[in-house]
């Protein structure tokens, strides 16, 4: 069985985001590598449709063996510390190095990923 990654009882603000400004930040900050595409194993990275609310790990990807076996969703609260720091929650993932440490800019995103 697999372990939580986000602590459930962790309180986090998660500020009003803006969808608008959240496809800007998402095509400068993970637009190169990510698409929103129906899935297609060999993309740099997994497709981003209708990403939130999905099992974590789920889509067609070759993901790092803890997102596999992750069996939580992409909720705003996981996603929004996730891009804070991805390795902090999944160490093996394959993401690069990417933190967003602007918690307005994370707010941002995910607002423009729940649009799509």
């Known amino acids: 069985m697999s372990q939580s990654r986000f ?3 962790e309180q986090v603000q998660i500020p009003n985001g803006d969808a608008k400004r ?8 993970c637009g190169a590598c990510h698409n929103f595409e129906d899935d297609k194993q060999e ?29 939580e969703t ?3 609260k996981n996603m929004f ?12 993932t394959k993401m690069a190095q990417t933190k967003i440490a602007n918690p307005q800019e994370r707010a941002d995103i995910i607002q423009f990923l729940k649009s799509l």
């Open 7 to 9: 602590d459930v009882n």
């Open 22 to 29: 959240g496809q800007q930040m998402f095509e400068f900050k």
């Open 43 to 71: 993309l740099a990275a997994p497709t981003l449709k209708k990403i939130m609310g999905k099992r974590i790990g789920s889509t067609l990807f070759h993901y790092s063996k803890s997102m596999r076996n992750c069996n």
């Open 74 to 76: 992409w909720t705003e």
């Open 81 to 92: 510390l996730f891009l804070k720091d991805p390795k902090a929650y999944f160490r093996d």
